[in-house]
T-cell receptor
């Protein structure tokens, strides 16, 4: 059974550009969360989607947006990239949304974004 | 505001030794999680602890939760080199709108 998949694996962009990251959750999982992990730090919560609705948003600027599709896959979009956006972007899926009985989130391999 | 603190942040130890990583959190939590991350890799779920006194064990790792002290521990028994990784604890609660709040991580190096 496939785990959480993310694409692309690595990405290099320049300042001011736009990027779209993609995530497919584990089959049967309806919730997808996005995290940013800067080197040497713990993950920072960006968004959570459950049943195609935004259920949570972290402290990130409006340049960050996301959506969830009917098949529960998700996209994270970042506009007007800054050098500080360079990080590992992790997608996690769970059976239900945070706050509900659902146990742990399962993480994908991540997308390493480098902004030059 | 829900805050999570781990200590130590860095730990170097010899194979065969025992050690404990501590995770403190500042407000009432619903669930506490432990994850492992290898360099350049994603996060692997180790344990989910739900209630006071919960104890879970997997191989040489054992996690426990004391909700009254707002403390979780991850105990490593007779460490082996393969356990070298960074270990994160994370907590969610109504105080964080159920967002996962993460500790800074403990980088564990086990020397053969």
């Amino acid at each position: 059974d496939a785990g959480v998949t993310q694409s692309p694996t690595h990405l290099i962009k320049t300042r001011g550009q736009h990027v779209t990251l993609r995530c497919s959750p584990i089959s049967g999982h309806k919730s997808v969360s996005w995290y940013q992990q800067v080197l040497g730090q713990g993950p920072q919560f960006i968004f959570q989607y459950y049943e195609k609705e935004e259920r949570g948003r972290g402290n990130f600027p409006d340049r960050f947006s996301a959506r969830q599709f009917p098949n529960y896959s998700s996209e994270l979009n970042v506009n007007a990239l800054l050098l500080g956006d360079s990080a590992l972007y992790l997608c996690a899926s769970s059976l239900v949304g945070q706050g509900l009985a659902g146990g742990a989130q399962f993480f994908g391999p991540g997308t390493r974004l480098t902004v030059l | 505001e829900l805050k999570v603190e781990q200590n130590p942040l860095f730990l170097s130890m010899q194979e065969g030794k025992n050690y404990t990583i501590y995770c403190n959190y500042s407000t009432t939590s619903d669930r506490l999680y432990w994850y492992r991350q290898d360099p350049g890799k994603s996060l692997e779920s180790l344990f989910v602890l739900l209630s006071n006194g919960a104890v879970k064990q997997e191989g040489r790792l054992m996690a426990s939760l004391d909700t009254k002290a707002r403390l979780s521990t991850l105990h490593i028994t007779a460490a082996v080199h393969d356990l070298s990784a960074t270990y994160f604890c994370a907590v969610d609660s109504s105080y964080s709108n159920y967002q996962l709040i993460w500790g800074a991580g403990t980088k564990l190096i086990i020397k053969p």
